[in-house]
Structures are given as structure tokens and as C-alpha cells.
């Protein structure tokens, strides 16, 4: 999967439709699923990459603008709003192909630093109840350690199990930098280590892109685990990236 200092010892949570069953995809390990509507920044995202097709998670900042991962970049991406059962659609979802994708100049697919992208879609999304936008942290903001925060999205909850179909959500807390020592190429003022090694609970195949959600707040983007698949997870920190953020918005 690419160099020892990154690749190697990590898995990304992109999931990718045509791996065989073992290989795996779904929900959150160790959530439960959400009340329908209950997160309506949330966005699913389909994404062609040269002959796969697969998802990753993001979340709304603006009428026009979706976040997720650097990882989760494609040929072409379609955005779902408004969903919560992605076999049951609704009259709340609107799809949107994806008109442009920012991936942050600096992202670096073997260490998996500078892991954020913007994505534009064509038309405004309709705000209503089960479509909204979520709040950015200031460039100011650190958020500490032990907080403990909500991740969401449609990915596995167990290793050998199939994909979710609905939205599910798990509890974490925020570790210090040294629970993610084993990350050789972390960078606390970039990630957040997230999660408890002693708890359950982990963001997992087909999660990537999601929201580390604290306090109303979106701090962090989901994006890879130990190969291992134990806790801690690192989430791209949203705050060393809001300037980057706030310019593409203001030049789009």
C-alpha cells in the first residue's frame, strides 16, 4: 500500500464497491444507528476512480461547498443530501454531480498529511430540515484532548461485515498525541488522534470523509486507521485549514 512511513501501516477507509465481501465495507464499529435526519450536513458521496466505484463520507459548510478527504478524489463524484437509508431514497434527497474538486495543494498520499478537499457542487443545495450546513472552528481553535466527540457515516461496523445502509454514529474521545505514536508520520498539529484504545468504537471502511463533530462543531475530517484496525484513528485537523478553506469559498 506504498511507503513504511505511511501506507504501510495504515488502512483508508475509502470503500471501494468491487472488493469481494471479506474485503469489506459498512458502518462505524461499535455505533448505533441515527435518528433519520438527525446530522443533515452530511453528504454520501459516489465516486468513480478509473474502473472502481465506491463511497466516502463528507459533510456541507455552504449552500455550494462539501468537505471530505483528499483520498476520496475520483474521476467523477456524485453528492447525496438528505439521506439516511441509501436504499430507501426520499423525497429529502437531492444528488448532485460534483462541478469541481479542491484537493489541498500540500496532501501527501503516503503520509496522508494535508488529507482535506472541497468539493463544489453546480447548483445551490436547498436548505430545509434534513439538508443543512455545519459549522467551521475558528484558525485559532486547538482542540484538547479527552473531549470526546461524534464521528457519522455509512461504513462498516465490524471488519468482515457487509455495508451499511443507513447512518450510524459512534462516541469518541480525543487522545493526546502520543496514543498516535505509532502513526509514524503524525502530525498533532494537523490530525487529531481519536479514539480510546481500551474502548469500542472506530470509524471504519467507508467513513472516510466524515465529520469529527464536537460541540456543534465540525473539528475534524475522517481519514485513516491502523491496518490493525484498532482505536486510535486520525482525523485531518480543520482548523490549521480554515484560511485555505475560507479562500476558495471567497474566489469560487
Known amino acids: 500500500m506504498g511507503s513504511i512511513t505511511g501506507k504501510m501501516q495504515v488502512l483508508l477507509l475509502w470503500l ?4 469481494p465481501p471479506e474485503a469489506g465495507a459498512g458502518e462505524i464499529i461499535g455505533g448505533i444507528e441515527s435518528k433519520p435526519h438527525s446530522h443533515p450536513y452530511m453528504a454520501y458521496l459516489e465516486i468513480t476512480k ?14 455550494e461547498f462539501v468537505v471530505t478527504a483528499a483520498h476520496c478524489q475520483g474521476r467523477n463524484i456524485t453528492v447525496t443530501l438528505g439521506a439516511h ?9 437531492q444528488k448532485l454531480e460534483v462541478k469541481k474538486q479542491f484537493v489541498h495543494p500540500e496532501y501527501n498520499g503516503d503520509t496522508y498529511l494535508n488529507d482535506i478537499m472541497l468539493l463544489k457542487v453546480p447548483t445551490k443545495a436547498k ?14 481553535t486547538f482542540i484538547q484532548p479527552e473531549n470526546v466527540c461524534q464521528a457519522t457515516g455509512w461504513g462498516r461496523t465490524g471488519v468482515n461485515k457487509p455495508a451499511s445502509d443507513t447512518l450510524r454514529e459512534a462516541k469518541l474521545k480525543l487522545m493526546n498525541a502520543k ?35 464536537c460541540t456543534g462543531v465540525a ?3 475522517m481519514s485513516y486507521v491502523h491496518i490493525s484496525t484498532r482505536p486510535p484513528a486520525v482525523f485531518t485537523r480543520i482548523s490549521a485549514y480554515v484560511s485555505w478553506i475560507n479562500e476558495i469559498l471567497e474566489s469560487e
Open 16 to 19: 471501494v464497491f468491487l472488493l
Open 219 to 221: 473539528q475534524g475530517v
Open 179 to 213: 496514543t498516535c505514536r505509532h502513526f509514524l508520520s503524525y502530525n498533532n498539529n494537523l490530525q487529531i488522534c481519536v479514539g480510546d484504545p481500551r474502548e469500542k468504537g472506530l470509524p471504519y471502511k467507508g467513513d472516510s470523509g466524515g465529520p469529527l463533530l
Open 127 to 140: 436548505l430545509n430540515h434534513a439538508v443543512r450546513t455545519i459549522p467551521l472552528p475558528t484558525r485559532s
Open 50 to 63: 478509473q474502473d472502481n466505484v465506491g463511497n466516502c463520507g463528507g459533510f456541507l459548510i455552504s449552500e
Open 85 to 93: 437509508d441509501m436504499k430507501q431514497e426520499e423525497p429529502t434527497w
